[in-house]
């Protein structure tokens, strides 16, 4: 029996094998291969990396430090998990069963994206971004485009106003989706707003650098926001009987304990500032208070 199985290999899952292979604990991740890590371009925010760093090179980094002090990684998916007697779980993948004493959960969250071509191409290439707080310093003074609905696009375009005044907000024909006080205040600080829906992206050389509204006008940018929100990744989560938030988020203590015993969520599914260094603290503490609660029942 394992002491932990890990669900999700990105910078979370990663980071608490490593604690907990160190804590010479038997345990294993299984990997569905989606963190949105590995669309990170290059990382200017991560502590430790001035000249930046990939999202595909740290996770290959964070798997062969995982792997050099014996924790096993596997592709796969975990399809449901049900707890066995009192001190363990049996999760199921594929059509392999797989048994641990605890259970740590850092499936993520899925960004809702807009229709838009080579998206992925796009988001590598720092096309398409959708964290500011990750990367706001590389577009100050560029002209910069948001795509979002409510409120979601309203604070978006604020946060952003920090690092540049060349701003416009799409709201894809949401109009009455944000207040009057948010629009006169938007657009009284240079922001211009458009409510009509898009109906073709400009590209140049594979890149996106404008789009057209169904009148025909064209907009151009040198970056574009998707503020659309997210999906976290809790399905798992709530088939096992643990509480989620009203969006969906993992309920988790100052331990990243769920309210299920023996239960751990760490990340972005148990978080809403989608932060590598967020998901890394998490992944610590939690590794910790596995390692010494199962040290406790020794």
């Known amino acids: 029996m394992l002491d932990c199985l890990v669900v999700g290999g990105g910078p979370a899952g990663l980071t608490a094998a490593i604690y907990l292979a160190r804590f010479r604990r038997r345990v294993r991740i299984v990997d569905a291969g989606s963190s949105r890590a590995s ?16 999202g595909r090179d740290l996770l290959l980094r964070l798997r062969e430090q995982a792997r050099r002090y014996g924790a096993v990684l596997t592709a796969g998916h975990v399809d449901r998990v049900e707890r066995i007697g009192e001190t363990g779980f049996l999760a199921y993948s594929g ?3 797989i048994e641990a004493r605890t259970v740590l959960l850092a499936t993520g969250v899925v960004d809702i994206e807009p229709a838009l071509p080579n998206l992925k191409y796009a988001i590598r290439n720092g096309l398409v971004r959708h964290c500011p707080i990750c990367d706001g310093f590389e577009v100050i003074g560029k002209k910069v485009a948001v795509i979002g609905r409510g409120s979601k696009g309203v604070n978006e375009a604020r946060f952003i ?3 540049t005044s060349e701003l416009m907000l799409f709201t894809l024909g949401s109009r009455h989706d944000i207040t009057h006080d948010d629009r006169a205040a938007l657009e009284a600080s240079g922001v211009v707003v458009i409510d009509e829906p898009l109906s073709e992206v400009s590209t140049e050389l594979g890149a996106i650098v404008g789009v057209t509204t169904r009148s025909g006008k064209t907009y151009r940018f040198d970056t574009l926001y998707s503020a659309l ?6 399905e798992l989560a709530r088939a096992m009987g643990a509480a989620c938030d ?3 988020q993992i309920v988790v203590d100052d331990k990243l304990r769920t309210s299920v015993p023996d239960v751990y969520a760490v990340g972005d599914v148990a978080n809403d500032l989608n932060q590598i260094a967020v998901a890394a603290g998490h992944a610590a503490i939690a590794a910790t208070c596995i390692h010494n609660t199962l040290r406790s029942r020794a």
């Open 246 to 248: 009203a969006v969906g």
């Open 229 to 234: 929100g997210c999906d976290a990744r809790s």
């Open 161 to 163: 106003q920090h690092y």
């Open 39 to 54: 669309l990170i371009p290059l990382s200017h925010n991560y502590p430790g990396f001035p000249e930046g760093i990939g």
């Open 95 to 97: 059509t392999e069963s």
